[in-house]
T-cell receptor, first 113, second 114 residues
Framework: ELKVEQNPLFLSMQEGKNYTIYCNYS?????LYWYRQDPGKSLESLFV?????AVKQEGRLMASLDTKARLSTLHITAAVHDLSATYFC?????????????FGGGTRLMVKP | ETGVTQTPRHLVMGMTNKKSLKCEQH?????MYWYKQSAKKPLELMFV???????ENNSVPSRFSPECPNSSHLFLHLHTLQPEDSALYLC?????????????FGPGTRLTVT
């Protein structure tokens, strides 16, 4: 059974600081997704990582994937309040019929002014 | 309408009621999904439909019954639910069949079982 673990589960940080969220998973996969969820809202896709060594950046967020270590990271650079949300990673064990996502427990990020 | 829509957004039902959740995607995708998000557990995949056929059922109790009449619509029929079924139910779609792509999520239905 695939297990996906995120840490930390909760992160409080000051604006302007850097931090990294970690996503470890238990079974080989080379497809991993990062999502953002604001309170009371649905999930918004942030990054799609489809190969070992994949790195993607959007604004202050950068995601990477190491399939050998079964690890993905989401790095936050110079955090701002607008980044406050819950971040989820999800590992895909699907096939051509569709995605089979297993989600991590989420990291609730709070950025303080 | 754009993206993935879900109705109703909020639903309160008794344990003896029967209700249905509706999901519609306007993205031309061919795979649709139901997820359950409860306070104490990670997001759980419930059902997967690809090209209108069910391809995955993650041991979901029979009181949840999905229906996919076409590639744009997905329903979740509910009957004799339990209080622990109270959760946010999310629908998603992707261009799944024939290739892998990210999933797009609807706003969810907040279900409360009394």
């Amino acid at each position: 059974e695939l297990k996906v673990e995120q840490n930390p589960l909760f992160l409080s940080m000051q604006e302007g600081k850097n931090y990294t969220i970690y996503c470890n998973y238990s079974t080989t996969s080379d497809r991993l997704y990062w999502y953002r969820q604001d309170p009371g809202k649905s999930l918004e896709s942030l990054f799609v990582l489809l190969s070992n060594g994949a790195v993607k950046q959007e604004g202050r967020l950068m995601a990477s994937l190491d399939t050998k270590a079964r690890l993905s990271t989401l790095h936050i650079t110079a955090a701002v309040h607008d980044l406050s949300a819950t971040y989820f990673c999800a590992v895909d064990m699907g096939n051509n019929a569709g995605n089979m996502l297993t989600f991590g427990g989420g990291t609730r990020l709070m950025v303080k002014p | 309408e754009t993206g993935v829509t879900q109705t109703p957004r909020h639903l309160v039902m008794g344990m003896t009621n029967k209700k249905s959740l509706k999901c519609e995607q306007h993205l031309g995708h061919n795979a649709m999904y139901w997820y359950k998000q409860s306070a104490k557990k990670p997001l759980e995949l419930m059902f997967v439909y690809s090209l209108e056929e069910r391809v995955e059922n993650n041991s979901v109790p029979s009181r949840f019954s999905p229906e996919c009449p076409n590639s744009s619509h997905l329903f979740l029929h509910l009957h004799t639910l339990q209080p622990e079924d109270s959760a946010l139910y999310l629908c998603a779609s992707s261009q799944g069949a024939g290739g892998l792509s990210e999933q797009y999520f609807g706003p969810g239905t907040r279900l409360t079982v009394t």
